[in-house]
């Protein structure tokens, strides 16, 4: 599968979509009641998920440059040293 991503805000609607059809997917009833639990427990969980994410792209988006997209890494002893680790 070939993706056509040329702009980080490409990238973000990428993700988001991908969030949204995945917590779609759960929405199949299910006639085993254990099932269904799992896939509301499921539901809401990804929901939190694409909400901290939908944040979190937000603020990359206002802080992209438009000509890259670099994706960087922060070691743990890094953050802890910046004071942004949180666990």
Same mark, same amino acid.
């Given at each position: 599968?070939?993706l $056509?991503?040329?702009?980080?805000? $490409?990238?973000y609607q990428?993700?988001?979509d991908?969030?949204a ?5 759960l929405?199949?009833?299910?006639? $085993? ?6 896939q509301? $427990? ?7 998920q694409?909400?901290?994410?939908a944040?979190?792209?937000?603020a990359?988006?206002?802080?992209a440059?438009?000509?890259?997209f670099?994706?960087?890494?922060a070691t ?8 942004g680790?949180r666990?």
């Open positions: 599968m070939t $056509d991503l040329k702009t980080p805000s $490409d990238i990428r993700v988001n991908e969030l059809r995945i917590t779609q997917s929405n199949t009833p299910s006639t $085993d009641p254990a099932l269904n639990l799992a509301q $427990d499921a539901r809401e969980l990804l929901r939190e694409q909400t901290a994410l944040a979190q792209l937000e990359l988006q206002a802080n440059e438009w000509n890259t670099t994706i960087a890494v743990r002893r890094a953050a802890v040293a910046r004071g680790y666990p």
